[in-house]
């Protein structure tokens, strides 16, 4: 500075040098923009110097709010520098969105602690995702056997229920003929009684049985009395309403039960099904022709203390009677012969 | 043209064992001699415009035959990117980065920094980079498949000399 004030040799020229300096030193530290004085308005080097600080604010007060696009227009080393920084922001940011689109395997080298705190970021999120991706996988594995478990204990229940199924129509069914056997048969009549009780309703129950039916077994063989007995069942089952109940009540013997129904109608049903078995070719039992005597009671079983037992054993005497009066025929109780 | 003898192939430019003593690398100082030396040449028979103009050309030549050989696994831009930019840094050619890319808007903003054409050059702004240019016209063309045009628009010098690009797809 001394010899630059050497050199100064009128005062006009110290307050040249002196006000050019304050022009430098307010526009650094306070951001002013520059008023060039008259006197050195003509100096072209403090014109251009203070055009390349003007355009170097510009530069750092866009890049300071964020403006990383506006083009910096300053030249020279220091120009540089700001368009290095402009630049390496403009790619990170370009990586940034990159990363956000899921590129993770970029990484970055310059820029010192921002650029490993971005190559730190896209390895965690590399270890995430990979992570991720393992229990994707895991997690689809785990379905895949869930769903591989349902179905062999949903295979394993519905042949359970299967197995129930079957089990409970063994218990229920008379294995010869199919229909309902005499235990469980009873157990409907119970609740068939119960309920003609309540609604003060007629109860019809019959029992019948195949005439001379131990001289079929004993001259053709129990096997051709078996399928008698399977003919007389299917006979029943495809002549009879759906609701009305047939059961084996042991031996030759079954028991039909008519709920809802009058004693006629019952009668005539009877009479229907004895019929057709004597008017049948017998072609479906080996051509063994036979008949069937039958005995219907009917009762009100809110009249009285009846039992379950009452009504068979009236049914069984109408049978009884069927029987005395000369086979394949129907008898009711109270006393009608069909 | 007739029959020609200097068709580019790769079999010219690889390692084929023959540089025992001296090795795969050579000076950027001799690079350039070569480099300018021909520029000058070309300048003097076919102009300063005409010279530009063939570096371009010779550029997009390069950059398509250094996509076939370097980067045509790529799958996508990105791995295109990063690919790219390892290449050209392992190799010595310079430090490619990305600024902008729009792809279906086919425009680029990119910039290449200590590159073997003006790294170290004034930054006059009237340097030529005319090969870069084409150089990298050569690299997006082949993996976009579209012809592009790569244009300098800035240079500066800070650590290093960087120059900063755009690419725009143009149809012919």
Known sequence: ?338 | MSERRYSFCWDLARDIGARKNLGLLVHVEEYRLVHFCLRDVLEQHYGTEQADALFRETGELAGRHFYERFLSEATDFNSFVAEAQRVLRKLGISIFRVEEANLELGKLVLTVTEDLECSGLSVTGEVSCAYNEGFLAGLLSSYVKRKFHVQKVDCWCAEATTCRFTAQIFEV
């Open chain 1, 1 to 338: 500075m001394g010899d630059i004030s050497s050199r100064l040799r009128t005062d006009d020229d110290r307050a040249s040098l002196d006000s050019a300096l304050g022009i430098l030193n307010d526009c650094l530290t306070k951001g002013k923009k520059p008023v060039i004085p008259p006197a050195l308005e003509g100096n072209g080097k403090l014109v251009a110097l203070l055009q390349d600080i003007a355009g170097m604010h510009a530069a750092l007060s866009a890049l300071s709010l964020g403006d990383y696009r506006t083009p910096i227009t300053m030249h020279g080393y220091t120009g540089g520098l700001l368009k290095t920084l402009q630049g390496n922001v403009r790619h990170m940011l370009w990586m940034f969105d990159q990363v956000a689109e899921g590129a993770l395997s970029h990484q970055i080298d310059y820029m010192g602690d921002f650029a490993a705190s971005f190559n730190s970021m896209t390895h965690s999120l590399r270890e995430a995702r990979s992570m991720l991706e393992r229990q994707k996988t895991l997690y689809a594995e785990l379905a895949d056997n869930l769903s591989q478990e349902v179905e062999a204990r949903m295979n394993a229940q519905k042949a359970l229920r299967h197995e129930l199924e079957c089990q409970r129509e063994l218990a229920s069914t008379d294995s010869l003929t199919g229909v309902a056997n005499r235990r469980i048969f009873l157990q409907m009549a119970r609740h068939e009684l119960e309920r003609c009780r309540r609604n003060r309703t007629l109860f019809c129950l019959a029992m019948l049985d195949v005439d001379y039916f131990k001289e079929i077994n004993d001259s053709r063989g129990h096997h051709i009395g078996d399928t008698v007995l399977r003919y007389l069942a299917k006979s029943f089952t495809q002549n009879l309403r759906s609701y009305d109940m047939i059961g084996r009540y042991g031996g030759d013997e079954f028991i039909l039960l008519f709920p809802s129904t009058s004693l006629h109608d019952a009668a005539r049903t009877l009479k229907r099904l004895r019929k057709s078995i004597a008017d049948s070719d017998f072609s479906d039992c080996g051509g063994i022709p036979f008949t069937i005597s039958a005995g219907l009671a009917a009762m009100f079983p809110h009249q009285g203390d009846i039992s379950l037992q009452d009504a068979i054993a009236k049914a069984d005497k109408a049978l009884y009677l069927s029987k005395q009066r000369g086979r394949n025929r129907v008898t009711v109780l109270p006393d009608e012969e069909l």
